[in-house]
């Protein structure tokens, strides 16, 4: 059975930083392509960033301005998301999912999510 499980979300204050980790099993995650979303309440899920097997990075969005970076290490199974100087406008449930196969796909063709981890900012 495939399972993601994210972690790292936490309250903080407006400019500070977090690292969320995204850990997989059941899947060889140094091929896979994995991907950040986010979802603030009443909002759409947004998508953010994709990194492929190797490495490769797309961004899906550029609401975050330069200031989140997905990295990768594959002797670990652990994608990651740094957010740095972050902003109320941040605040919400941030997913990670895998993709099926080596290269980031369009974000709506993930299939295999986590169940969330919280990140609040506050002013």
């Known amino acids: 059975q495939v399972q993601v499980m994210e972690s790292g979300g936490a309250w903080v204050q407006a400019g500070e930083s977090v690292r969320l980790s995204c850990t997989t099993s059941?899947?060889?995650?140094?091929?896979?392509?994995m991907a950040w979303f986010r979802q603030a309440p009443g909002m759409e899920r947004e998508g953010l960033q994709c990194?492929?097997?190797?490495?490769?990075?797309?961004h899906y969005s550029h609401h975050d301005q330069g200031r989140f970076t997905i990295s990768r290490d594959n002797a670990k199974n652990t994608a990651y998301l740094q957010m740095n100087n972050l902003a109320p406008g941040d605040s919400a449930m941030y997913y990670c999912?895998?993709?099926?196969?080596?290269?980031?796909?369009?974000?709506?063709?993930?299939?295999?999510w986590g169940r969330g981890t919280q990140v609040t900012v506050s002013s």
């Open positions: 059941g899947l060889t995650f140094s091929h896979t392509a």
């Open positions: 999912a895998a993709g099926s196969s080596y290269f980031c796909p369009a974000p709506s063709a993930f299939t295999i």
């Open positions: 990194i492929s097997w190797n490495g490769g990075i797309d």
